[in-house]
C-alpha cells in the first residue's frame, strides 16, 4: 500500500533555531516527492520538489534531502523565522499507469519568539 | 495574479442541503482536481479533470459531483450534505495531474454541516 508518514506530528522550538522534519514513504514506483507549506487557513504552497537522482534541493533556508535507498526525506530548516510556523506537508508522486499522488498528514511547526 | 480561486471560504450547511464549491484558474491550466482536508490526515482526492468534458473519480468521490464545461471553472457539488462533509476543501490545478509538475491550491473552502 502506498503511504507517506510523517514526523513529529508537530513540533516547537525558538524563534533563530534549527529544525528538521522526517517523511517516509512506501510509494513505488517512486516519481518524485515535493514539500509543501501550509500556512493556517491557507492552501499549501511548494518549497522544492526532487526525482529520485536529486538527493538535495534548497530553497532559501529550506533544505530538502532524499535518500531513495531508504525511501525517506528530510527538510531541514535553517535559523528559523516566525514566518516559518506553518505545517509542512510531505507529497510523493508514484509513477505508473494509474499515477497517484500521496500526501503525508503534515508536521505542524510553531515558532516560538 | 489569481491563480486559483475558491469561493466560499466558509459555509454553514444543515444536513440535507445542497451547495456548489466554486474554483476558478487563470492559468490555462488542464488539470484540476478536488481534495477535502481532514484533522490528522492528508489531503484526499474527491474528483479530478484532466480537460473540458472529462472528469474522474478519486479516492472519496461518494456524495460530491462534478463538471467542467470550460477550462477555467470547477465546481464541487454537494447535492445532499451529510456532517461526515464537514472539512476544508481545496481545489488545485496543474498542467499535467501534478506527477511531475507542480499543484497550484486555492486558499481553501471550509465547509460545516450542522
Known amino acids: 500500500k502506498n503511504q507517506v508518514e510523517q514526523s513529529p506530528q508537530s513540533l516547537i522550538i525558538l524563534e533563530g533555531k534549527n529544525c528538521t522534519l522526517q517523511c517516509n514513504y512506501t510509494v513505488s514506483p517512486f516519481s518524485n516527492l515535493r514539500w509543501y507549506k501550509q500556512d493556517t487557513g491557507r492552501g499549501p504552497v511548494s518549497l522544492t520538489i526532487?526525482?529520485?537522482?536529486?538527493n538535495t534541493k534548497s530553497n532559501g533556508r529550506y533544505t530538502a534531502t532524499l535518500d531513495a535507498d531508504t525511501k525517506q526525506s528530510s527538510l531541514h530548516i535553517t535559523a528559523s523565522q516566525l514566518s516559518d510556523s506553518a505545517s509542512y506537508i510531505c507529497v510523493v508522486s508514484a509513477r505508473s499507469s494509474a499515477s497517484k499522488i500521496i500526501f503525508g498528514s503534515g508536521t505542524r511547526l510553531s515558532i516560538r519568539p | 495574479n489569481a491563480g486559483v480561486t475558491q469561493t466560499p471560504k466558509f459555509q454553514v450547511l444543515k444536513t440535507g442541503q445542497s451547495m456548489t464549491l466554486q474554483c476558478a484558474q487563470d492559468?490555462?491550466?488542464?488539470?484540476m482536481s478536488w481534495y477535502r482536508q481532514d484533522p490528522g490526515m492528508g489531503l484526499r482526492l474527491i474528483h479530478y479533470?484532466?480537460?473540458?468534458?472529462?472528469?474522474d473519480q478519486g479516492e472519496v468521490p461518494n456524495g460530491y459531483n462534478v463538471s467542467r464545461s470550460t477550462t477555467e471553472d470547477f465546481p464541487l457539488r454537494l447535492l445532499s450534505a451529510a456532517p461526515s462533509q464537514t472539512s476544508v476543501y481545496f481545489c488545485?490545478?496543474?498542467?499535467?495531474?501534478?506527477?511531475?509538475?507542480?499543484?497550484?491550491f486555492g486558499e481553501g473552502s471550509r465547509l460545516t454541516v450542522l
Open positions: 479533470s484532466v480537460g473540458a468534458g472529462i472528469t
Open positions: 488545485a490545478s496543474s498542467t499535467d495531474r501534478g506527477f511531475t509538475g507542480e499543484l497550484f
Open positions: 492559468m490555462n491550466h488542464e488539470y
Open positions: 526532487m526525482t529520485f537522482s536529486e
